[in-house]
């Protein structure tokens, strides 16, 4: 039992997760959340900011030689953003097929982009694509205090006991 307990507070993971303007005004944000919530995992962090054009770029900053960056950048400081952190099992990778392809117009059916969003320059939703990059963009966007570490009272629903 202690040994399973290891093990599953082992495998937990967290990811930063962002509603982008166009999710927001479009008036997405609880249908995103209704996904991560109802698949099983858990909110530690949440809040409503527009980030400045110098902090959209320190958040995309592996994407400055790209042609849309700027645009980019523009975009996702031109209104509120849903900053998030989620916790569970395998969530970082889990929480990239949740959201699906980049490209929306090659996201499948069911996943966020491909049920919510036609084209990548609005593809309403990002999710960090790896560990590293999960801890670097959490550190980027929330203080150590802003994380919530809590028990879920479904938590033993979820992931067993035995
Ligand atoms: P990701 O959001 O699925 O991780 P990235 O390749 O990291 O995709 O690109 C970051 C964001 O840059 C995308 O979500 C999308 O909004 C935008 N983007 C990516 N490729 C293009 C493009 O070819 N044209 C315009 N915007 C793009
Ligand atoms: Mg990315």
New binding site residues.
Partial sequence: MLQEQEAHAAAMERTFIAIKPDGVQRGLISEIVSRFERKGFKLVAIKIVVPSKGFAEKH?HD?KE?P?FNG?CDFLSSGPVIAMVWEGEGVIKYGRKL?GA?DPQKSEPGTIRGDLAVV??R?II??S?GPETAKDEINLWFKPDELVSYTSNSEKWLYGDN
């Fill in positions: 995309y994407l790209r849309f980019l959201i980049t990548v320059g593809n990002h999710g694509d």
